[in-house]
Antibody, heavy 121, light 110 residues
Framework: QVQLQESGPTLVKPSQTLSLTCTVS??????????WSWIRQLPGKGLEWIGYICYSGSTYYNPSLKSRVTISVDTSRNQFSLKLSSVTAADTAVYYC?????????????WGQGTLVTVSS | QSALTQPASVSGSPGQSITISCTGTSSDVGNYNLVSWYQQHPGKAPTLMIYEVNKRPSGVSNRFSGSKSGNTASLTISGLQAEDEADYYC??????????FGGGTKLTVL
């Protein structure tokens, strides 16, 4: 059973860069076909897909966030990371990492528990 | 990319059936059979309930079913149980490896 766990600072100052890491256990992050995603939930609101990095190294981002987002992978640690630059209070949210299932699959089958990141001075 | 439209809330009594709608556009819901549904209990991570419009992952009760007509997808829960009370989100593939979620629907079991 694949498990994902988010980690990183829970408080970030405005204009700084939010950095989170997701550690994957129970499976290899390099396994063919899978993509590793970041999804956020604004307070009291719905979910928003941020982007993902696939086993091939290709990255795909939400067009509305693309200019500020970088997702990368560290295969040696079985981790992937999110960097969101120039944050504002509007980026305060619970951030989830999730796995997009294999080839030709377009849904998220395993999720981390989520981590609340607050943007405040 | 605009969020998919879901009703803010629905309710039903135990044993009844309810349906949650999810309306998108011809660029997302209407263009691909790639709609998924997620259940989220308070303070918990979402869990996958339906994928590719009407497929259930193993372990998900057959009381949950999905369908689609045009630009609107639907999740139906039959034989409502107290444990079904949660928030439900739809998600649609929207081309070029991008995704859009709905705003969520709060299900209350009366």
């Amino acid at each position: 059973q694949v498990q994902l766990q988010e980690s990183g600072p829970t408080l970030v100052k405005p204009s700084q860069t939010l950095s989170l890491t997701c550690t994957v256990s129970g499976g290899s992050i390099s396994s063919s076909g899978y993509c590793w995603s970041w999804i956020r939930q604004l307070p009291g609101k719905g979910l928003e897909w941020i982007g993902y990095i696939c086993y091939s190294g290709s990255t795909y981002y939400n067009p509305s966030l693309k200019s500020r987002v970088t997702i990368s992978v560290d295969t040696s640690r079985n981790q992937f990371s999110l960097k969101l630059s120039s944050v504002t209070a509007a980026d305060t949210a619970v951030y989830y990492c999730a796995r997009r299932d294999g080839y030709n699959s377009y849904y998220f089958d395993f999720w981390g528990q989520g981590t609340l990141v607050t943007v405040s001075s | 990319q605009s969020a998919l439209t879901q009703p803010a809330s629905v309710s039903g009594s135990p044993g009844q059936s309810i349906t949650i709608s999810c309306t998108g556009t011809s660029s997302d819901v209407g263009n691909y059979n790639l709609v998924s549904w997620y259940q989220q209990h308070p303070g918990k991570a979402p869990t996958l309930m339906i994928y590719e419009v009407n497929k259930r992952p193993s372990g998900v009760s057959n009381r949950f079913s999905g369908s689609k007509s045009g630009n609107t997808a639907s999740l139906t829960i039959s034989g409502l149980q107290a444990e079904d009370e949660a928030d439900y989100y739809c998600c649609a593939y929207a081309a070029s490896d991008t995704y859009v979620f709905g705003g969520g629907t709060k299900l209350t079991v009366l």
